[in-house]
């Protein structure tokens, strides 16, 4: 039965309906193998952003918090030796995924990843399904928040102050996991519903911690949202497209182009075109262009850093990770073009350990973040353009000799993804901060097989550590 008055919205529009049907015809065998490796390519580094993510100063903090607040322990807290229920379990788990800015992004920008896939384990974990409904709802979050981020006005108010995880993630995550669910397609409707009042995320957050709730919250509200909605709670079933506040007006914008979300639906899936990509850094993705260039520099030149005198970076304008020539912190360092432009000429790389407070303010990066220049070319396509930016690093020597990279495409871009073994040892690094080796492997294994696992909460367990 509806629970809304047609009369609210555009005559003929029914986004949120035709969003729901296509939703509904998605079925894993179904899906290309393409599409299906991908999925597992994205959930392999998801988990290893977790494990690590675990390991950094938020992950304590959040430990001690859902100790204190108990819960029935049915879904694993990653990186840890906790259980909890599936929202806070999905809430602290998303937030470890999105702690480092390691995980994927994607064009247009967000992360895809942190939202959802922490939603579905908690969820699958604590129900007993089987992975391949895992994966199948995977590449649904994916689908749906990739459709609406086609739909924004990205250049304008308000979508380009709200940081995307908050609002797309959570409406991908409910979608997500009612599809792991299997509710029905008004049960689903009315998820979609009740996720689309809990978007939020404001980009002044950046550099703390609680840039990480962003995620957080999208993927505890998609279960949640789940959750209620299979028990009847009610939404507006027009909420995207409805023009008395609904999600299309207040957050993807007056321009928005809202039949982009369910134009081309799954044809192809926006996991195979443009593709995802999987960070090679654990910094902001407008950095790494910069980082590129740098290091290729140093591994060319044979750079001694003591001999350089000033270093010029160009990037695109705008481009936000300009702006941030001294970070108060570490965790802030990972929004700073400065900050990992020094890193990649001092070390040689940029890793999860390079943005502690103590490499921060250590006398070396404090020397070398003098030297270093931002400049916001006009002439170059903005930062926030994936596609088409592209960035310079010149560096000019004590004896006045100039060198210059540019890089057009970073490492890890869809177009010029990492190897196999490149991901690998991404994630052993993340993984080995948490798991022994032995179960690392053993993780990879599970992974690469999942949608042969019968029950995804049979491998839960290789997640979890002794800490607390």
Not at 250 to 277: C, S
Not at 442 to 462: A, G, H, Y
């Amino acid at each position: 039965m509806s629970t809304r008055n047609r009369a609210d919205h555009h005559p003929g529009s029914n986004i949120t309906e035709r969003l729901v049907q296509c939703i509904d015809t998605v079925r894993f065998e179904r899906l290309p193998q393409e599409v299906i490796q991908i999925a597992k390519v994205v959930a392999l580094d998801g988990i290893a952003n977790m494990l690590a993510g675990s390991t950094q100063p938020l992950g304590e903090i959040l430990a001690r918090y859902l100790s204190s607040m108990g819960g029935v322990p049915t879904s694993s807290v990653i990186g840890t030796g906790l259980k909890t229920n599936p929202p806070m379990a999905a809430f602290a788990n998303a937030a470890f995924c999105h702690s480092m800015d390691y995980e994927a992004m994607w064009w247009p920008p967000t992360h895809p990843t942190s939202p959802v896939l922490p939603a579905l384990l908690a969820l699958a974990e604590h129900e007993g399904l089987p992975g391949r409904k895992a994966l199948e709802a995977l590449v649904v979050g994916f689908e749906v928040q990739g459709r609406l981020n086609l739909c924004a006005d990205w250049y304008n108010e308000p979508y380009s102050y709200f940081h995307p995880p908050g609002t797309i993630g959570v409406i991908g995550s409910a979608a997500a996991c009612s599809k792991l669910l299997g509710l029905d397609f008004w049960k689903t409707r009315m998820a979609i519903g009740i996720a689309a009042s809990r978007t939020g995320g404001l980009w002044a957050n950046a550099g703390t911690m609680t840039k990480s709730q962003h995620s957080a919250n999208a993927a505890r509200s998609g279960v949640e949202c789940t959750l209620l909605a299979r028990e009847g709670y009610t939404s507006n079933e027009a909420v995207i497209e409805s023009r008395k506040g609904g999600f299309g007006q207040l957050v993807l914008g007056e321009k928005a182009d809202l039949e982009a979300a369910v134009r081309g639906f799954g044809n192809p899936y926006r996991m195979v075109d443009p593709g995802i990509t999987i960070k090679k850094y654990p910094a902001q993705t407008t950095t790494h262009w910069c980082i590129d260039a740098a290091l290729r520099l140093r591994e060319q030149h044979h750079l001694d850093p003591s001999q350089l005198h000033k270093v010029v970076a160009r990037v695109g304008r705008p481009n936000w990770s300009a702006h941030w020539p001294k970070p108060t912190s570490g965790l802030e360092g990972k929004f700073s073009i400065h900050y990992t432009v020094a890193l990649a000429l001092l070390d040689g790389k940029v890793t999860i350990d390079s943005f502690s407070d103590e490499r921060r303010f250590s006398a070396d990066i404090e020397e070398m973040l003098g030297k270093i220049t931002i400049i916001e070319d006009e002439t170059i396509p903005p930062g926030l353009n994936f596609a088409t930016t592209w960035a310079t690093v010149a560096i000019t020597l004590r004896d006045g000799q100039v060198l210059e990279a540019r890089c057009d495409v970073p490492r890890g871009r869809w177009d010029n993804p990492l190897t196999r073994e490149e991901r690998l040892a991404k994630f052993h690094d993340c993984a080995r901060r948490v798991l022994t080796p032995r179960k690392a492997e053993q993780v990879v294994q599970w992974v690469e097989e999942m949608d042969k696992l019968d029950s995804v909460t049979k491998f839960m367990p290789l997640l979890r550590s002794e800490r607390c």
